[in-house]
């Protein structure tokens, strides 16, 4: 059956990381412990099992997605392949979709052919970091095809990810423009753990403007989610609006590694931390505000615009409310890249909806906010 997949707020996310192996060596990957660890069908099967009772006994959750994560996944297809028939099958009585993050590397025709008659219930979205030279340069081989064209056509509203590293930088607008004059779809967010630079945020401004102008030329080109996001810039005292959590970690999402253990995501998985650093589950407090909010940044116009992943920041810096500092100008110069971008395209096309004025308005506020800052001389916390 056809759950859908459109998502929703009592969606409940149990990811299995059914292996530990991958084919290529990105330069930005930050699943440090690789090996050939993979999780066996039954336990699979029993965690799913386990998931979906607690999804029905639940008064948060009324559907359930199921995320194949690796690693490469499909190094460990016949996992993938049972898994998905046997829930098919009626395996559980909740609704659920199945959904895996892929390389794309490793489709022969037999397993397209075989995902072709089980798209309905399995999604699959691809990591894709640009043209030929910026996958090259990212992922460290360039003796690979992908069938992009499979993806569009099977899902064609999923769009490609684009993770944006130090040396694709210098060319991230000709590659955003060169996927989406190819008609496909792509969405792009930053490398984590990088050293970024001032120097690194005066060319991101720079390549974002070349993306600005390129949007507001041809209107038929669909927006990157870095210029169109909704700009939640503000400057209320720190006290009234207390930093959030981005993800579902630890409530709407349960990540279980190959030996079936229990972790908040996959962030927190031995494949990431190894297994001296694993941290399980139980032992964090993800609902406490406290444990999440970085001090830092409370007086912070961008402190809910900056997007910040706890598993990355107690990877990198030991507590998960610690943000990566290096960041803060590549997001003051999103932001104001943006909030431009909002008001001249509003401006451009005259008669607006109800949630092109939404953002409108929200873009002329954050902009009144920014507009004295600049790159190199404003230090963060960005302060109105």
Known sequence: MDWGFEGSARRRTCMLMITHACNLNCSYCYESHKDDGCMDIELAKEIILREAKFVSESKDFDEMEIDFMGGEPFMNYPLIKDVVEWLELGAIDVPWICFITTNGTLLTDEIKFWLRNHKKTLHLGISYDGDNGMQSTNRGTDKYRLDLDFFRELWPDQPFHMTVSKETLPVLADGILDIQKKGYKVEASLAEGIDWTIDDAVLYRKQLCTL????????????????????????????????????????????????????????????????????????????????????????????????????????????????????????????????????????????????DAQYGQAAINAYKALQDMDLVNTKSPYIA
């Not at 030996?259 to 931390?273: A, E, N, P, R, W």
């Not at 139980?282 to 909010?293: K, L, P």
């Open 212 to 355: 600005k102008d390129a949007y507001l030329k041809n209107t038929a080109l669909m927006p990157i989610n870095l210029l169109s996001r909704f700009i939640d810039v503000f400057d209320l005292p720190a006290e009234t609006r207390v930093q959030e959590k981005w993800c579902g970690t630890g409530k709407y999402m349960a990540t279980y590694d190959v030996d079936g253990q229990k972790y908040g995501c996959h962030m927190f998985t031995s494949l990431v931390l190894g297994k001296d650093k694993a941290v399980l589950s139980d032992s964090v407090e993800w609902d406490s505000r406290e444990s999440t909010a970085d001090s830092y940044c409370k007086a912070c116009v961008l402190r809910t615009f900056c997007p910040t992943c706890p598993g990355f920041n107690y990877k990198h810096r030991g507590h998960i409310a610690l943000r990566d500092k290096r960041r803060c100008p590549m997001f003051l110069a999103n932001a104001l890249t943006a909030c431009e971008f909002q008001v001249e395209r509003i401006a451009m096309i005259g008669e607006i909806d109800m949630k």
